[in-house]
């Protein structure tokens, strides 16, 4: 009867993580597309702990943002030379930043903004 109820409790949480991520991708999707300011971290985050418990490496493709859920992936459009990249949202700005998203060192060299700190963006998330 015990293992009966373990099941039944798994299959409960398997059944809500499915549903929870199901809705971060209808929320995300519902957003629709944001244009702002974006930064980039800087290098002495490197290794530090982040919002959803990862670490910062500034060599992956990942995002901090307001209100995106841990895990959506965003497409980063630099609206000044056209070069686009897909990060997944693994940390929390805070409500305060004016910037729309802060990425990682890699995206900010694959947008080409490094040199200059910020830049204009799209943000679109992925469906």
Do not use: W
């Amino acid at each position: 009867m015990k293992c009966l109820d373990v099941r039944r409790q798994l299959c409960l949480v398997v059944t809500l993580m499915i549903l929870a991520t199901a809705l971060n991708v209808a929320l995300a999707a519902a957003q629709g597309a944001e244009e702002g300011i974006a930064n980039f971290y800087s290098d002495k985050y490197q290794g530090k702990k982040l919002a959803s418990g990862e670490k910062y490496d500034k060599n992956k493709l990942t995002a901090s943002h307001k209100t995106l859920a841990f895990g959506t992936k965003v497409k980063v459009t630099n609206l000044d030379n056209g070069k686009s990249v897909v990060v997944t949202i693994n940390d929390r700005m805070k409500k305060s930043n004016p910037a729309v998203i802060d990425v990682t060192r890699k995206a900010a060299q694959d947008l080409d903004f490094v040199k200059a700190g910020k830049t204009k963006v799209k943000l679109e998330p992925e469906k």
